[in-house]
C-alpha cells in the first residue's frame, strides 16, 4: 500500500481573504495633477487675452500697443531701442516703426537720443503713458490682489520666473 500524499499547510494567501478596496478611493492617473495645472494656466491664458483686448480698447489701443507700454513701464525710465522693443514684441523693423508712430501720436511715448550710441534713440513713456500702463494694469493688479495671498506672492513669482526661464532655455 501506498502512502497518501502529503497534506501540506495551507499558505497564509489562501486563508486570508482578499484585502477589500474602497470605491471611493481613486488613484489619480500620474500626473493628472500637471495635466491640471497646464489646462489652468491655458485658461489663464484665454482669460488674460480677453481682459487685454478689452483694456486696450477700453483705452484706446490694440493689445500690441498696450504690451509695448506694459514693457516699456518695465524700462524703470531707461529707455529702450526700437530693436530691443522689436525683438520683445517679435515685430519686423516696420511694424515697430508704424507702432512707436502710432504711440507717439497719441503722445504716450517719446523718441530721445541714446547717450551711449549717437546713431540710435531710446524710447520713453510720456506721463500719458505711464498712466496708461497704470490703468490697464490696475486688472491684474486687482486680480492678483483677489486671490493670492500676500504671504504666497513671492513663491508664485518664482514658480512663474522659473517656468518662464525653463522655457526660454527651449526657445
Do not use: C
Not at 551711449?116 to 492678483?144: C, K, M, N, Q, Y
Amino acid at each position: 500500500m501506498t502512502d497518501p500524499a502529503p497534506v501540506l499547510p495551507a499558505r497564509r494567501a489562501d486563508v486570508l481573504p482578499p484585502a477589500p478596496v474602497s470605491p471611493d478611493v481613486v488613484v489619480p492617473a500620474p500626473d493628472a495633477d500637471l495635466t491640471r495645472l497646464l489646462t489652468a494656466f491655458r485658461l489663464f491664458q484665454a482669460q488674460h487675452a480677453r481682459a487685454l483686448d478689452h483694456e486696450s480698447v477700453a483705452n484706446g489701443l490694440g493689445p500690441t500697443d498696450a504690451r509695448f507700454l506694459f514693457h516699456l513701464a518695465a524700462a524703470d525710465g531707461e529707455g529702450i531701442t526700437p530693436k530691443q522693443a522689436g525683438a520683445h514684441l517679435e515685430l519686423s523693423t516696420g511694424a515697430m516703426t508704424s507702432l512707436i508712430d502710432r504711440l507717439e501720436r497719441r503722445g504716450h511715448l517719446e523718441r530721445r537720443p541714446n547717450p551711449t550710441d549717437r546713431r540710435s534713440i531710446l524710447l520713453h513713456l510720456t506721463p500719458s503713458g505711464v498712466a496708461v500702463a497704470e490703468t490697464i494694469g490696475a486688472r491684474w493688479v486687482d486680480a492678483f490682489r483677489q486671490v493670492v495671498p500676500p504671504g504666497e506672492r513671492a513663491a508664485l513669482a518664482a514658480v512663474l520666473d522659473e517656468v518662464g526661464s525653463a522655457l526660454a532655455r527651449r526657445a
